[in-house]
C-alpha cells in the first residue's frame, strides 16, 4: 500500500471511530467487505453500505457534518499518544481476531495508544484483573497482590483504569516494575477518567500503556463499558 493510500486508510478509521461507537459489526463486517475508505465515505454521506442499518447510516452522517479526522490525529499527535491500526508493525493480530457471534462485539477497527511501549509486544502474555467498583477491603488486597505477583512472573495486567478492583490492579502491577500495566478506556486516551485517577492514569502512561477504541476527547458513556477488547 503506497504511502498515500495509507495514510486515506487510517484517517478513514479515525473518522469511523468518532461516527460510530467500537464494537458494531455491520461496520465492521463492512470494513472487511469494502474497506475503511469506501465505507467511511458512504457513512460520510449517508449512501448505502451493506449492512449498516440506515438508522446508523443517518446517525453517523449527522456525527460526520463538519467533522475532520485529521484533526483527531493532530490532537493525538500533541497529546504524545499513537493511532494503531490492523497491519502496523505493533498490532496484536492474534489477541485481537475473533469470530463474529450473536452478542459478541466486533472486534476493534483501530486503537489510540498513550505510552512508550509496543503494544503487540506488551499483550503477548498478558491476563485481565477486573471487578467490582465498590469492591471490598479484601477484594482490593487479594487483587493488588495477584497483579504484583502476575506482573512479577512477567504478565502483563489489564484493567479499565477504574474505581475498587480495577486500579488495585494496576497498583499492584505498577509494584512490581517488571511488566508493564494497561489500562484499557472508555473515553479518549487524553481523558482522565474517573477524574480521580488523574495521576494513576498518567503513572501507568508513563511506565506501560493506555488504550482505547474512542478518539481523543471523547467521553465516557454507560453503553461504552459494555464493550471489552479482547
Not at 46 to 52: D, I, L, N, Q, S
Not at 143 to 148: E, M, P, Q, R
Not at 149 to 178: C, E, F, Q
Request: aromatic content about 6%.
Amino acid at each position: 500500500m503506497s504511502g498515500s493510500a495509507d495514510q486515506a486508510r487510517r484517517l478513514a478509521l479515525v473518522g469511523l471511530s468518532r461516527i460510530v461507537d467500537p464494537g458494531h459489526r455491520g461496520v465492521h463486517q463492512a470494513v472487511q467487505d469494502h474497506g475503511a475508505v469506501e465505507v467511511w465515505e458512504a457513512l460520510r454521506r449517508g449512501a448505502v453500505c451493506e449492512p449498516v442499518s440506515p438508522e446508523l447510516r443517518a446517525g453517523a452522517s449527522l456525527r460526520a457534518e463538519g467533522y475532520d479526522p485529521a484533526a483527531d490525529l493532530a490532537r493525538l499527535s500533541r497529546f504524545g499518544a499513537r493511532l494503531v491500526c490492523p497491519g502496523d508493525a505493533e498490532w496484536p493480530a492474534a489477541r485481537l481476531f475473533w469470530p463474529q457471534k450473536p452478542r459478541l462485539e466486533a472486534p476493534p477497527l483501530a486503537l489510540y495508544v498513550h505510552g512508550a511501549h509496543r503494544l503487540d509486544e506488551v499483550v503477548e502474555r498478558s491476563v485481565a484483573v477486573v471487578g467490582a467498583r465498590a469492591a471490598t477491603a479484601y477484594g482490593a488486597y487479594v487483587a493488588g497482590n495477584l497483579s504484583t505477583a502476575l506482573s512479577d512472573r512477567g504478565v502483563a495486567v489489564i484493567s479499565g483504569g477504574a474505581y475498587g478492583i480495577d486500579a488495585a490492579a494496576h497498583r499492584g502491577a505498577l509494584a512490581s516494575t517488571r511488566t508493564p500495566t494497561i489500562a484499557v478506556l472508555a473515553c479518549g486516551v487524553d481523558v482522565a477518567y474517573p477524574r480521580g485517577h488523574d495521576r494513576l492514569l498518567r503513572q501507568i502512561a508513563s511506565t506501560g500503556l493506555v488504550v482505547s477504541e474512542l478518539p481523543p476527547g471523547s467521553s465516557p458513556t454507560r453503553g461504552r463499558f459494555s464493550y471489552v477488547i479482547g
